[in-house]
């Protein structure tokens, strides 16, 4: 069986992050808790740094929508694996730049639930909540990640959970 160099990758970080954050307690729904916020002391100085370093870029950028701040965060030749953008900074600040700035919170809202380092890849994950499709008065958690790999202090790859979306009517 042959493994591609991302299957390694996901599997050596799922590896890290269960030996070094607890998994989180049940709560009210035991088939689907919520994920309790989770970061890793073990990280070193320099993976906590390239932690706050995604962060800000996903503060700044992705969530206040400063495209012009994604060049102190993405080398000009990133990789991107999501099916739906094309790899490079200009052609991210091309698909991220249709929404209008808006002020750059002092913290990530949401702030992702698991977050970690470990070597040149910082892991998010996300928490979502949603209406359960076969009875709607009840709602379920859900999680999405995403993993950057960091070199020179910049992302010069990223990962994440997203599938190929669906053409646009009159696309």
């Given at each position: 069986?042959?493994?591609?160099?991302?299957?390694?990758?996901?599997?050596?970080l799922t590896l890290a992050a269960f030996a070094?954050?607890?998994?989180?307690?049940?709560?009210?729904?035991?088939?689907?808790?919520?994920?309790?916020?989770?970061?890793?002391?073990?990280?070193?100085?320099?993976?906590?740094?390239?932690?706050?370093?995604?962060?800000?870029?996903?503060?700044?950028?992705?969530?206040?929508?400063?495209?012009?701040?994604?060049?102190?965060?993405?080398?000009?030749?990133?990789?991107?694996h999501n099916p739906n953008m094309e790899s490079?900074?200009?052609?991210?600040?091309?698909?991220?730049?249709?929404?209008?700035?808006?002020?750059?919170?002092?913290?990530?809202?949401?702030?992702?639930?698991?977050?970690?380092?470990?070597?040149?890849?910082?892991?998010?994950?996300?928490?979502h909540q949603d209406k359960e499709p076969k009875?709607?008065?009840?709602?379920?958690?859900?999680?999405?990640?995403?993993?950057?790999?960091?070199?020179?202090?910049?992302?010069?790859?990223?990962?994440?959970?997203?599938?190929?979306?669906?053409?646009?009517?009159?696309?």
């Amino acid at each position: 069986m042959k493994l591609s160099k991302f299957s390694l990758i996901a599997g050596a970080l799922t590896l890290a992050a269960f030996a070094a954050i607890p998994l989180p307690a049940a709560d009210d729904d035991p088939t689907h808790p919520a994920t309790k916020v989770q970061t890793s002391d073990a990280m070193t100085g320099a993976e906590k740094k390239e932690v706050r370093t995604a962060e800000d870029f996903w503060r700044e950028v992705i969530q206040a929508h400063h495209v012009d701040l994604a060049k102190k965060y993405l080398t000009a030749d990133f990789a991107e694996h999501n099916p739906n953008m094309e790899s490079g900074l200009v052609n991210f600040q091309k698909a991220m730049g249709t929404q209008p700035p808006k002020a750059i919170a002092k913290t990530l809202d949401p702030a992702p639930v698991v977050s970690f380092a470990r070597g040149d890849y910082v892991v998010l994950v996300w928490q979502h909540q949603d209406k359960e499709p076969k009875d709607p008065s009840k709602m379920y958690y859900w999680n999405s990640f995403d993993v950057l790999k960091m070199q020179n202090g910049k992302i010069v790859e990223h990962w994440d959970s997203d599938y190929k979306n669906p053409p646009q009517a009159g696309k």
